[in-house]
């Protein structure tokens, strides 16, 4: 008999999963390791609230998707239902990679692979499982189908992704200038010569997307405690990288044990069946039983660092439009040294520099275009008057110094 799973989401309301590829999807372990990481890692530090998972964010994905594939097929553009549940099972397995705490983990447990990668092996060993039943929704996902706006649907700047981190993100942060008009976006959606476009009645809809965007990464994404908080916990797995590296054991659970004691990247993905393996098996509470334990490690500065992750001491930082000067950053070591007696080597572990570059329309992707009445097409940073004086292509970047508080 066949059942449809419904599931009551607090952003969209109810969301359908018939059964079959689908609900098989969803009840995959993979996909249900996700409901064991969190959306926004660390942000949580700043707004309480940000407790949604990314199972619940690849969920209201697949919804949009399913919305977007009914208002396409009402503009007479024709989808297969095949086509339809590749594209929905590409939506589903678009985040399935990624590690616990977000991109945080990406250059300390693992160097030289993007958890896109680590997707993509993951759907395909979900597709050897399932017997095939997933090669067009990989096509789709790897934007080799000959439909490429199907592949747009998914990753583009204005997928259904972005759409739903968006008003997701700002429902549980409470941040409300991130809200935006996701229905009216997807019912503004429509496609000529294979290319997603949005109708000219939805431009200033898009214009509220890219600056709610905007307004999200910045006051949301890279709040400066946001990434205090990050930098710490940065910082604390790469000391306890060090010290493995010296021959301490560590105490870890399997999974994050094999990332502490070995090091990892894209060839060791490659050619180590363990790393795949170990890696489905992380999410984010290994790394906080595994912290908590590490507070009472006889090394001090892995201590400290767990320690003050506990406690929520976390770095200070200053952030600049300009790089800090290097006399600058060794007075800042000179004081570390000054208040905990660490050696100025030892000092990288207590403070971490970084830039951070971002412009909320990216003209070298894919664009967004406005459709108008007559036929014609016009890029969407030159056919809306804000955009245009707001200069949304433009990087802004910004330079963060965190260090230990005294």
Not at 179 to 203: A, T, Y
Not at 210 to 217: E, I, K, N, P, Q
Request: hydrophobic share 40%; aromatic share 10%.
């Amino acid at each position: 008999m066949n059942e449809t799973k419904i599931i009551n989401d607090p952003v969209f309301g109810f969301i359908k999963i018939p059964s079959g590829l689908l609900l098989d999807i969803v009840k995959h372990p993979l996909m249900q390791r996700l409901s064991r990481i969190k959306q926004l890692g660390m942000a949580s530090v700043v707004y309480p609230g940000a407790q949604h998972t990314r199972f619940l964010h690849s969920l209201g994905a697949y919804h949009l998707m399913s919305e977007a594939i009914t208002s396409l097929r009402q503009k007479g553009i024709f989808i297969f239902e095949s086509e339809a549940e590749a594209v929905q099972a590409a939506i589903l397995m678009h985040d399935i990679g990624h590690g616990p705490f977000s991109h945080v983990l990406e250059r300390t447990l693992t160097s030289g692979i993007s958890h896109e990668e680590i997707s993509l092996m993951m759907m395909e060993q979900m597709n050897r499982e399932m017997d095939g039943r997933l090669t067009l929704a990989l096509k789709i996902f790897k934007d080799e189908y000959h439909q490429r706006f199907l592949h747009q649907l998914i990753s583009s700047q204005l997928d259904m992704d972005r759409i739903d981190y968006l008003c997701r993100d700002s429902f549980f942060t409470g941040v409300n200038e991130g809200n935006i008009g996701s229905s009216r976006i997807i019912k503004m959606m429509n496609v000529v010569d294979d290319h997603l476009v949005v109708e000219e009645k939805g431009i200033y809809s898009v214009e509220n997307y890219l600056v709610a965007r905007r307004l999200m990464y910045w006051q949301v994404y890279l709040h400066k405690t946001t990434v205090a908080c990050e930098k710490l916990l940065v910082n604390t797995l790469l000391r306890a990288k060090h010290l493995a590296n010296e021959g301490t054991e560590l105490y870890a659970p399997p999974a994050l044990h094999y990332f502490i004691h070995n090091h990892v990247d894209r060839q060791t993905f490659l050619s180590d069946p363990k790393a795949l393996y170990w890696y489905e098996q992380l999410d984010d509470n290994d790394i906080w039983t595994t912290v908590k334990v590490w507070k009472d490690h006889p090394d001090r500065i892995l201590s400290m660092l767990a320690g003050d992750l506990l406690s929520r001491q976390l770095f200070r930082v200053e952030i600049s439009e300009e790089p800090f000067t290097e006399e600058y950053v060794e007075s800042i070591k000179d004081e570390i040294m000054k208040h905990t007696g660490v050696s100025r080597e030892d000092t990288k572990f207590l403070m971490h520099m970084d830039s951070i570059k971002k412009a909320m329309y990216d003209v070298h992707d894919d664009h967004i275009d406005i459709l108008y009445k007559d036929g014609t097409l016009k890029e969407v940073i030159d056919a809306s008057e804000i955009l245009h004086m707001t200069h949304p292509a433009k990087d802004i970047s910004k330079y963060y110094l965190c260090y230990k508080r005294f």
